[in-house]
């Protein structure tokens, strides 16, 4: 099955440094999604870009999306200790659309 | 509002022993999902309901069953634990189809022995 996949899987920054991960997908999509998961905590919904889209904003985020690459990228600006999380992609099916496939997540790490 | 609540958070159970996994939304939502988490692997769907008395089968569905009697509930059972199934299971609901924002609870981690 589909599955988007971040790269890189794990990323160490300072306090105050941007942190760039990246994903890229198989077929094509109606939208991609960025959710972040605290170690031990459920998956806490970020943002969402619709495919006619190419830059969205939420707060520090920025997304990009470039469906002729098949690839997103998610920017966290400014980072903070409290950025400190697993970081996942999900893609629906444009043709199915009844579920989300994950990519295997980017860990970052943001030391103060 | 709770959200997506699960129960219970840990369980430990032996080869071959039966439970069953409860996920309760107050979102009114009408999809809910179930997915397991495993080192290295992301999210898998496991099971998914687009509506109460609906159930369908995901990407890693065998060794699982599930049901959805109520809106608000989502079960998953396991029939006869087996040590592969040792995981994190994430139950999600959205209020549109899957391909849209979902909401998740907070995992119940099973070991099986």
């Known amino acids: 099955s589909q599955q988007g996949e971040e790269d890189p899987q794990a990323l160490s920054i300072q306090e105050g440094e941007n942190a760039t991960m990246n994903c890229s997908y198989k077929?094509?999509?109606?939208?991609l999604q960025w959710y972040r998961q605290n170690s031990g905590r459920g998956l806490v919904h970020l943002i969402l870009i619709r495919s006619n889209e190419r830059e969205k904003h939420s707060g520090r985020l920025r997304v990009t999306l470039d469906t002729s690459k098949k690839s997103s990228s998610l920017l966290i600006t400014a980072s903070r200790a409290a950025d400190t999380a697993s970081y996942f992609c999900?893609?629906?099916?444009?043709?199915?659309?009844?579920?989300?496939?994950f990519g295997k997540g980017t860990t970052l790490s943001v030391s103060s | 509002n709770a959200g997506v609540t699960q129960t219970p958070k840990f369980r430990v159970l032996k080869t071959g022993q039966s439970m069953t996994l409860l996920c309760a939304q107050d979102?009114?939502?009408?999809?809910m999902y179930w997915y397991r988490q495993d080192p290295g692997m992301g999210l898998r769907l496991i099971h998914y309901s687009v509506g109460e008395g609906t159930t369908a089968k995901g990407e890693v569905p065998d060794g699982y069953n599930v049901s959805r009697l109520k809106k608000q509930n989502f079960l998953l059972g396991l029939e006869s634990a087996a040590p592969s199934q040792t995981s994190v299971y994430f139950c999600?609901?959205?209020?549109?189809?899957?391909?849209?924002?979902?909401?998740f609870g907070p995992g119940t981690r099973l070991l099986v022995l």
């Open positions: 999600a609901s959205s209020y549109v189809a899957g391909g849209e924002t979902q909401y």
């Open positions: 979102m009114n939502h009408e999809y």
């Open positions: 077929t094509s999509i109606n939208n």
């Open positions: 999900a893609t629906d099916e444009s043709q199915a659309g009844t579920a989300l496939i």
